[in-house]
């Protein structure tokens, strides 16, 4: 019953220092996303898999990078943090881009908090 | 690109009274759904709509999948404190191959 986990829940990062948000979905969905969410707004999507071996842009995929590094996880790596990257950060899955089959399913998100 | 347009922004309302609420779009939707964000968790699906003038209840929640597909409401009667959160629209446009999220309802419910 894990659904989306995300890893880790809380991070705190000097500007300038990388780091790598980790999630996995283990109910065999071939779309993953990793959206932003800050103060006041709704979901910001910064990059999304299709399906296992390619990633496409989002609205706001500048700064980051991602891997999908098979068919359950789908990594969001932020090369040199900026204070502008404070945000929550939400994974999530689905059967396909189009949300057939029940939706997207979210992970708990990770806070990070860019000083 | 498409948006999806939830009104009212925010609500606050006393323990035990009737929430509405609604979501608008510029394109035709095949499929409504509506999810619940609790205070710093995940968004979490509440209700599906499948097709349109589609009534479908959760407990004390009502969702529509609007005649027109443009649109879906949300009902929530005698609301709870436990009911606080962002409630999101959300659906795939009858064309294309994307998944919007609408940008929010913030209830805040005083007990």
Known sequence: NAGVTQTPKFQVLKTGQSMTLQCAQDMNHNSMYWYRQD???GLRLIYYSASEGTTDKGEVPNGYNVSR?????FSLRLESAAPSQTSVYFCASSESIRGLG???????????TVV | GQQLNQSPQSMFIQEGEDVSMNCTSSSIFNTWL??????????????ALYKAGELTSNGRLTAQFGITRKDSFLNISASIPSDVGIYFCAGPPNTGNQFYFG?????????
Do not use: A, C, H
């Open chain 2, 103 to 111: 940008t929010g309802t913030s209830l805040t419910v005083i007990p």
């Open chain 1, 69 to 73: 590094l098979n068919k359950r996880e």
């Open chain 1, 102 to 112: 029940g939706g997207y399913t979210f992970g708990s998100g990770t806070r990070l």
């Open chain 2, 34 to 47: 509506w999810y619940k964000q609790d205070p710093g968790e995940g968004p979490v699906l509440l209700i």
């Open chain 1, 39 to 41: 103060p006041g707004m």
